[in-house]
């Protein structure tokens, strides 16, 4: 999990652009959270229907997270400037508070959250 420009963008280039709305469990791999363009209207309503959906399966699999952005309190990882000049949550850092409230914690040595 990580910043799309920063980081993920190269994993799902890397792993051939694959996209889908399938957020079960994959056998000896892992998710990336990669779904058809198309359906992208808005921040509010990706989070609602396929973000917080696909964490929600990864919580209840108490699935380790591997971060390929280092959650850091600034922009460019857990925080962007948005489109009028104000700093606002990436949707990162949405991500990684919504883990956190879910009983995740970070841990630095591994670059991982794992649940408590």
Do not use: C, H
Not at 48 to 59: F, G, Q, R, S, V
Not at 68 to 73: G, L, R
Not at 95 to 100: A, D, F, G, I, K
């Amino acid at each position: 999990m990580g910043t799309f420009a920063k980081d993920t963008g190269a994993i799902v280039n890397e792993l051939g652009n694959v996209k889908t709305t399938n957020f079960g469990p994959r056998q000896n791999g892992f998710n990336v959270l990669n779904v058809p363009d198309e359906l992208y209207q808005n921040p509010t309503q990706f989070w609602n229907e396929y973000n917080k959906p696909w964490l929600d399966n990864a919580i209840s699999r108490n699935d380790i997270i591997i971060m390929a952005t280092k959650p850091e309190f600034q922009v460019g990882s857990l925080y962007r400037t948005n489109s009028v000049g104000k700093l606002e949550l990436s949707g990162f850092g949405k991500e990684y508070n919504y883990l956190r409230k879910n009983g995740y914690r970070f841990d630095s040595a591994t670059n991982q959250m794992i649940k408590k």
